[in-house]
């Protein structure tokens, strides 16, 4: 008797005392949701002892560190990375398959977030006729609009376009991204008429001239980079108008009065970072009782690693710069809504490999895998078994689109076609394994770089077989770097929590980049994203 008075009471203080851990954890007003694109984990490692208190240092000491977070799928690439981030799941649930794909409907490549039905806002050309209308699942961004009867707001900033629109969701207030045409930030009809008058005056300031007007020199003395490959290394692309890959980087007389340059260099982060304040205080967020969002992504750490690489002195000098914008990011954020009001998060929408020729140099096993000449080969092979027709409509992220309509014409049966294309393509050197869209859509790889192409393919928009290359092995670059890989140079991005409920701390234990989202949701009482397949952090709560 005496037990099952004590079990009843239990059940009836448990969620009494659930809900009261409620309570007693209000919501933060302002949301900043920090993406940095294309950033290792190993640079914070790496640059720490010349980063200032008051940027990625803060966010360690004062934050919570989930130093072991990975991508679960393939590819690893801008457009998915940020929609994963926000939905709480992978491109097999959300369908941004990657940045670009090819449309069997549309007989072409179709870029993720183009819109023929939208125009653009705040330009006479096509940069804005962008939207999510690809998106197929919700955001926490989303979610929190829905949650508060959609009083919430939410604003998604970045130069690159995919990367302000897909983590706002297909709901959100506004999307802005910078139009390298016209230097000025524009966004488009799914959102809005006109530009509000607060963007009109910024783009009035003319601050991307004004960058453009001073050359690109390092913060630090350049022998200090010792963090970095010398200067001038074979493994680095200079800039159009330069001889050598090289500091100082003469913008006045390269830039011929382009925006271009300015996205791959530290004015890029410089920019965005001055129109994410200049946001967040025109639309006063975080000044009501409704918790907003402010995605930010930086971009320009991307174009700086796609040309310089990842060990090149210019790559350490965007890291320590950036440092300087997030320092002032969450001073103003913090000085406008209260230190207490806020909750930061930082991640990455992908990595990058080491530059494959100084891995070679290094002997470390690397190679360059040509897809141009793997499609020719394709070709020519199936021309021969099958006769003169075209066969493959494309070979796009690593995978296979072949001709339907003609392999059903020409009576051929089609898992014949498809098994003797596996076959073929196995015996290229640096394919360690090719799998079908039966392979993908009828077994279920629960561990492993298979699982992270199934979590990947989206079969409406995917092709009919997907490739996987062996580590170290690229697409293409000779210089620079590149991504797209289910390999931890890829995958492996930090992960930090700071502000509003978040308990100083880290987390060694492995950490999906679609947990992201279910975590917030927990953390502020809300659905995840509909489509939500990621685990909510535990030891974030403990």
């Known amino acids: 008797m005496k037990k099952s008075i004590l079990l009843l009471l239990l059940l009836f203080i448990a969620p009494v005392f659930a809900f009261s851990q409620i309570q007693e954890n209000p919501k933060p007003k302002l949301i900043v949701g920090i993406v940095v ?41 801008t457009g998915p990375g940020h929609t994963s981030i926000y939905t709480g799941t992978t491109p097999a649930s959300h369908g941004i398959i990657s940045n670009s794909w090819y449309s069997r409907s549309a007989g072409r490549e179709i870029y993720v977030t183009e819109d023929a039905e939208v125009n653009s806002v705040g330009t006479d050309n096509a ?49 802005y991204w910078f139009d390298a045409l016209s230097g000025n930030w524009i966004s488009s009809s799914w959102y809005m008429k006109t530009l509000p008058d ?50 100082p980087h003469n913008f006045p007389v390269i830039s011929a009065g382009k925006y271009d340059l300015l996205k791959s260099s530290p004015y890029g982060c410089n920019l965005t970072r001055e129109f994410a304040v ?39 000098d965007i890291y320590l710069r950036l440092d300087l914008d997030i320092a002032t990011l969450i001073s103003e954020t913090e000085k406008y809504c209260g230190a207490g009001n806020v909750l930061f998060f930082l991640t990455a929408d992908h990595a990058a490999i080491p530059n494959i020729r100084f891995l070679s140099d290094h002997k470390i ?97 995917s092709g009919d077989l997907a490739f996987i290359l062996e580590p170290g092995y690229i697409e293409y670059k000779s210089t620079g770097t590149t991504h797209g890989a289910a390999y931890t140079y890829d995958t492996h991005v930090p992960l930090i929590f700071r502000g509003a409920g978040i308990k100083k701390g880290g987390y060694y234990g492995h950490v999906d980049i679609t947990d992201i989202a279910p975590t917030i949701s927990q953390m502020l009482g809300i659905q995840p994203p509909n489509a939500a397949t990621g685990k909510v952090i535990e030891a974030l709560f403990k």
């Open 198 to 247: 607060w963007v009109v005056q910024f783009n009035d300031r003319k601050l991307p001239a004004g960058y453009m007007q001073q050359p690109w020199n390092t913060l630090l003395p350049i022998d200090q980079y010792s963090e970095s490959t010398a200067d001038d290394v074979p493994y680095e692309e200079p800039f159009p108008g330069e001889t050598k890959p090289v500091f």
């Open 365 to 461: 096993l690397a190679g360059q895998f040509n897809i141009a000449q793997l499609t020719d080969s394709l070709n020519k092979f199936l021309n021969s078994t099958y006769g003169t027709q075209k066969w493959v409509l494309a070979v796009d992220n690593d995978q296979v689109y072949l001709n339907h309509d003609l392999i059903a014409q020409q009576k051929i049966n089609a898992n014949e076609v498809i098994s003797s294309v596996k076959g073929f393509i196995k015996k290229f050197k640096g394919v360690a394994e090719v799998l079908t869209a039966d392979d993908l859509s009828k077994g279920e790889f629960t561990f492993g770089i298979k699982s992270f192409v199934q979590k990947g393919f989206y079969g409406p928009r």
């Open 278 to 316: 200049a946001a967040m205080k025109a639309e006063q967020l975080g000044k009501d009782e409704f918790t907003d969002v402010l995605a930010v992504s930086f971009s320009s750490p991307d174009y700086v690693g796609h040309q310089f690489g990842t060990h090149a002195i210019e790559t350490e």
């Open 37 to 77: 694109d294309q950033m290792r984990y190993d640079y914070i490692t790496r640059y720490w002892n010349k980063f200032g208190e008051n940027g990625f240092r803060k966010l360690v000491k004062e934050g919570f560190n989930c130093s072991n977070t990975h991508y679960n799928y393939v590819p690893t690439y």
């Open 127 to 175: 940069s804005g006729k962008m939207s999510p209308v690809q998106l197929l699942s919700t955001t926490i961004s989303d979610e929190i609009r829905v949650a508060s009867n959609f009083r919430s707001k939410v604003v998604g900033i970045a130069l690159k376009d995919r990367s302000a629109i897909l983590p706002a969701g297909r709901s959100a207030n506004a999307a």
